[in-house]
Every structure is written in structure tokens, then in C-alpha cells.
């Protein structure tokens, strides 16, 4: 069976979005709304405590309340082995809408999985992440910064601030921060566990550790299989 890179192959060891003993839907006694009953996606994250959504298309960002105890829980799985600050996941939430816009009542929660190249509506510079040991670099200005992570015990997972790359002709792109360096090349590459090809190869230093990996960017080509 194939064996997607970074959606699926590094990501899968730590994150528990596609276990199938978990269904999609998650019914719940209605919160109280006062507006008509919705289904927004979107990509949630977590901040002081607090759950909020930036829908995807419109750009319009709602706190939410309701559901907060299987939120943090499908939020921790998706984003295992521990959310970094700021990271957000994709998520379709059933519920309605407050009368004044700021808030999001949910009623059922229909999908709370990890952020990948494919449902992410967020801009993002390039997906990076390489096997042996497993380990991923998610690189968004939107975002502010660069995440990384880790199943690997000795290997903390945490964010970089962001920090504009050099840029040669479109073919390398240098990155640092913060002790954190990625250089990312044009260049065909093989994880070496799948029969997929990636247009750009990665290389990260962290911690005086060099970790080599593929990448993918955005509006660019997505892997593919080799022929």
C-alpha cells in the first residue's frame, strides 16, 4: 500500500486523525445560538485557553463555544505528539452563529483532523519533512513562523518565528531562525519509503543535528508517483 509522504507517512506515526475506530460524526446536545444553524470549515487553533475558527474562503474568524472538552481532545490528537502554539488544524463545525458575528455555537462536531498541503486554505510557503528519524517543517508567513515536529523523544517540537528567506533565482531558499536553518533546493527527491517523487529536496539544521528530507510548495507541483 502506498505510503504518503508527510500527510500521511511521518504525520500518521503521531497523529491520530485517520484511525478508524473514530467516526466522523460527533453528535451533541445543542448549544443556544441565535442564528440560523450552519456548517462552516475551516482551520481551528487554540489560543489563551480559548477555541477559534478563520473560515475557509471568507476569512471570517469566530471564537468558539460549546464542545470544548472533544474539541481539545480531537485538537490534541491532531495535533499530537502535543499542540505547538499557534498550530491549527482543519476543521467542519456544525452550529450557529452569534447575532453580533464574534462567536460560533457547536452542535456537532463533523471533522477536527491535522493540517496537510490539501485542506489547508491557509497561505503556506512549503511542506517539508524527511523519515529516519521522523520529523516535519511547515513554513508559513501567514502563520508566523516555522513548525516543527517530532514523534522522536529527544527531538522537541516547536515554532520559529518568522524571518523572510534569501531566495536564488527560485531554486534555493535559505531560512533562519532562531537557531533553526532550512535550506530547501529544486530538485527531485525520494523519501525512501514510498513510490512517490518530490519536487524539492530540504535540509534542516537544529540543534547542531542535520535532518534531510523532501518538500513541496505551494502553487507548485504536488508529489508524485515514480515511473
Given at each position: 500500500?502506498?505510503?504518503?509522504?508527510?500527510?500521511?507517512?511521518?504525520?500518521?506515526?503521531?497523529?491520530?486523525?485517520?484511525?478508524?475506530?473514530?467516526?466522523?460524526?460527533y453528535?451533541h446536545?445543542?448549544?443556544s445560538?441565535?442564528?440560523?444553524a450552519?456548517t462552516?470549515?475551516g482551520?481551528?487553533s487554540q489560543k489563551?485557553g480559548?477555541?477559534?475558527l478563520?473560515v475557509?474562503?471568507?476569512g471570517?474568524?469566530?471564537q468558539i463555544?460549546?464542545?470544548?472538552?472533544?474539541?481539545?481532545?480531537?485538537?490534541?490528537?491532531?495535533?499530537a505528539?502535543?499542540p505547538?502554539?499557534?498550530?491549527?488544524?482543519?476543521?467542519?463545525?456544525s452550529g450557529?452563529?452569534?447575532?453580533?458575528?464574534?462567536?460560533?455555537?457547536?452542535?456537532?462536531?463533523?471533522?477536527?483532523?491535522?493540517k496537510?498541503?490539501?485542506?489547508?486554505?491557509?497561505?503556506?510557503?512549503f511542506?517539508?519533512?524527511?523519515?529516519?528519524p521522523?520529523?516535519?517543517?511547515?513554513?508559513?508567513?501567514e502563520?508566523?513562523g516555522?513548525?516543527?515536529?517530532?514523534?522522536?523523544?529527544?527531538?522537541e517540537?516547536?515554532?520559529?518565528?518568522?524571518k523572510?528567506?534569501?531566495?536564488d533565482e527560485?531554486?534555493?531558499?535559505?531560512y533562519?531562525?532562531n537557531g533553526?536553518?532550512?535550506?530547501?533546493?529544486?530538485?527531485?527527491?525520494?523519501?525512501g519509503?514510498?513510490?512517490?517523487?518530490?519536487?524539492?529536496?530540504?535540509?534542516?539544521?537544529?540543534?547542531g543535528q542535520?535532518?534531510?528530507?523532501?518538500?513541496?510548495r505551494r502553487?507548485?507541483?504536488f508529489?508524485s508517483?515514480?515511473?
Amino acid at each position: 500500500m502506498r505510503i504518503v509522504f508527510l500527510a500521511i507517512v511521518p504525520m500518521a506515526l503521531w497523529q491520530c486523525n485517520s484511525n478508524p475506530q473514530m467516526p466522523l460524526h460527533y453528535q451533541h446536545t445543542p448549544q443556544s445560538g441565535t442564528g440560523a444553524a450552519v456548517t462552516l470549515s475551516g482551520m481551528y487553533s487554540q489560543k489563551d485557553g480559548s477555541g477559534l475558527l478563520r473560515v475557509c474562503g471568507s476569512g471570517e474568524t469566530y471564537q468558539i463555544v460549546g464542545s470544548e472538552e472533544l474539541l481539545d481532545s480531537l485538537y490534541a490528537l491532531a495535533c499530537a505528539p502535543s499542540p505547538i502554539p499557534g498550530e491549527s488544524a482543519y476543521a467542519v463545525l456544525s452550529g450557529e452563529r452569534s447575532a453580533d458575528g464574534k462567536t460560533f455555537a457547536v452542535q456537532r462536531v463533523d471533522t477536527l483532523v491535522a493540517k496537510t498541503w490539501e485542506n489547508s486554505c491557509l497561505n503556506w510557503s512549503f511542506w517539508c519533512s524527511g523519515t529516519e528519524p521522523f520529523w516535519s517543517l511547515y513554513i508559513s508567513e501567514e502563520e508566523g513562523g516555522f513548525f516543527f515536529k517530532s514523534p522522536v523523544p529527544d527531538m522537541e517540537s516547536r515554532f520559529f518565528p518568522w524571518k523572510a528567506p534569501q531566495v536564488d533565482e527560485q531554486r534555493r531558499w535559505v531560512y533562519e531562525s532562531n537557531g533553526l536553518k532550512a535550506v530547501i533546493e529544486k530538485a527531485h527527491c525520494s523519501d525512501g519509503m514510498s513510490d512517490l517523487n518530490y519536487p524539492y529536496t530540504a535540509t534542516i539544521t537544529l540543534d547542531g543535528q542535520q535532518l534531510r528530507g523532501c518538500a513541496v510548495r505551494r502553487g507548485g507541483p504536488f508529489p508524485s508517483e515514480n515511473q
